[in-house]
């Protein structure tokens, strides 16, 4: 069955450290969606990025970047050089174009925590 | 400004009474959808429309009932039925169009606290 994994429940570094956010995926389909969101402590997601299937390039934006492995079924999320204003739930999710008729499965997130 | 408005921030209900949450878009976006957000939990999906007048059930309707009359709208009712309501409610919509899946935007949410 189709799922999102996000092992990582909170993660907490210093300002400054880089970390990776990890997101590992299970889909019947071959053209799917991956995208990540943000959800600040006001509660309001923001849209990072999507990726298709059929890109596997890495992408990077500013200090964000995102690694997406079809081989190991992974699209992890990158910061460098983290700042506080990091700090916020990040939730990885999926959308099959054949199976999920416009519904996105998402993970149950992962608490990022960066200290001053 | 284009974007998704939810009313009110939040609510508070007393057991036994109907409520409902607004949200409202003016992105001209086809597809809408609510969910429900429990403290420290993932997103799971209440309902979802993508075309006037039709919507389909998510994950977790029992006890909830939404309405698609208008394009921009759509509400959702939290009934007595609903045995836990306490919850984060997240409205989002996106485009339905051809040749890829689009992301969704959503509104700044509705934190509803059953007394």
């Known amino acids: 069955a189709q799922k999102v994994t996000q092992a990582q429940t909170e993660i907490s570094v210093v300002e400054k450290e880089d970390v990776t956010l990890d997101c590992v995926y299970e889909?019947?389909?071959?053209?799917?969606?991956l995208f990540w969101y943000k959800q600040p402590p006001s509660g309001e997601l923001v849209f990072l990025i999507r990726?298709?299937?059929?890109d596997e390039q890495n992408e990077i934006s500013g200090r964000y970047s995102w690694n997406f492995q079809k081989s190991t079924s992974s699209f992890n999320f990158t910061i460098t050089a983290s700042q506080v204003v990091d700090s916020a739930v990040y939730f990885c999710?999926?959308?099959?174009?054949?199976?999920?008729?416009?519904?996105?499965?998402w993970g149950a997130g992962t608490k990022l925590i960066i200290k001053p | 400004d284009g974007g998704i408005t939810q009313s009110p921030k939040y609510l508070f209900r007393k057991e036994g009474q109907n409520v409902t949450l607004s949200c409202e878009q003016n992105?001209?976006?086809?597809?809408m959808y609510w969910y429900r957000q429990d403290p420290g939990q993932g997103l799971r999906l209440i309902y979802y429309?993508?075309?006037?007048?039709?919507?389909q059930k998510g994950d977790i309707a029992e006890g909830y009932s939404v309405s698609r009359e208008k394009k921009e709208s759509f509400p959702l009712t939290v009934t007595s039925a609903q045995k836990n309501p306490t919850a984060f409610y997240l409205c989002?919509?996106?485009?339905?169009?051809?040749?890829?899946?689009?992301?969704?935007?959503f509104g700044p949410g509705t934190r509803l606290t059953v007394l």
């Open positions: 989002a919509s996106s485009p339905l169009g051809t040749g890829g899946y689009n992301e969704q935007f």
């Open positions: 992105l001209n976006h086809d597809a």
């Open positions: 429309s993508q075309i006037v007048n039709d919507f």
């Open positions: 889909t019947r389909d071959t053209t799917y969606y």
């Open positions: 990726r298709n299937s059929f």
């Open positions: 999710a999926l959308s099959e174009a054949f199976y999920s008729n416009y519904q996105l499965i």
